[in-house]
């Protein structure tokens, strides 16, 4: 080109850029023919893989579906293969528990009334003021040897229901002093049910994580002279707010406005529960004294989602610390104290209610006659799991006491019914 010749580039180009003109495009010429080859060789390719992968999508499309169908039935067969084993014993279990004789009741010369037999642990006698010996049966005793670990061994089975899908409810009852809180709560050297609890849940779902997708949530209620209060709520204008039991769409019952918090560590759940256990104690001069006459319900929704089949879950696991079960003696009572104590009365003696005509497969379930069997109505009964464990003292001094939880707890399991029957 005469530019190129102007500026002094034949130099460059050598002495005859005609013939370094035509050598480059005989380059360009080519390297544009192999290009060109290798898009059509390419394109061939592709082609290729769109033809292969259809042809493999057909192939093994009837196998994929035929395998999907496969784990679904095994799945559902799974589930119910678990309920029949479960059936075999029933879906509520009671488990008694009786904590150490403590030093202040040594000191003040009160013994044990509780003879167990290491070879049988669903067995316990109580020895009565007069010598003779009441015998009485659970699902398993635990005596104050048994820590929080073998506790909770016993308590797994429940809790690995509730990741399955379904509903679950964990009840500590028993007069006041006798190891509620420490069985479900526990302290921070000795964790009990809910952190071990929720621990399993974490470390399940982290197992189960090529199948399965879940996520955990958490509620704390208080139930106190029949009023709800949210335990988790910002604030003390929340705290005060009442809450109510609606019953949604789908038939089962919720509390509108609750906090629900996402949780995904134990330590996470750790120091919630210590926030909302802090909110708990309002308007009394005695911490303890107010928790021991109000109930506490922990809510653990856990949602799953099945990663093969699509099948989504949604379960309750309710870890409640019942507010004391004695009776108070009626000189001391009156006011405030009397009316606690008649609300308590109501909703526990109603909690047994429900629990025994569950056991006795009664078809009428009463759940409406107290706000907390009413919270509870959609994780009682029907396939879903009831562990109660009934505190006991050892002391001679809570003899009376330990007779009546005994008794509840008796009445309760429907042993007094005799063998349950599947209808
Ligand atoms: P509740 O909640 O029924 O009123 P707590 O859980 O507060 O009773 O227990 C009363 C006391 O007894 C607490 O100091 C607790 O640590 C202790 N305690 C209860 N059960 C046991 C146990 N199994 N082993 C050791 N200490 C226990
Ligand atoms: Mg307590």
Redesign the pocket.
Known sequence: SPALKDNGMSSFFGPDLSTALQLLGTKYNSLMKRYQEGSSRLQALEAECVTLSNKCLNECQPRYENLKEKYTLECAERKCLYNELIELKGNIRVFC?C??L?PEEASKGYSSVLELDPSQDMELQIVCTDSSRKKFRFDHVFG?LDNQEAVFAETLPVVRSALDGYNVCIFAY?Q???????TMEG?SEDRGVNYRALGELFQSSMERCSTMKYEFSISMLEVYNEKIRDLLAENSDQHAKKLEIKQTADGTQDVPGLVEAPVNSVDEVWSMLKTGGRNRSVGSTNANELS?RSHCLVRVIIKSENMLNGHQCRSNMWLV?LA?SERVGKIEVEGERLKESQFINKSLSALGDVISALASRNPHIPYRNSKLTHLLQSSLGGDCKTLMFV?ISPSTADLGETLCSLNFASRVRGIEHGPVKKQ
């Open positions: 528990r904590r150490p403590n104050p028993g006041t002093g006798t190891g509620k809180t420490y302290t021991s610390d004391g505190q």
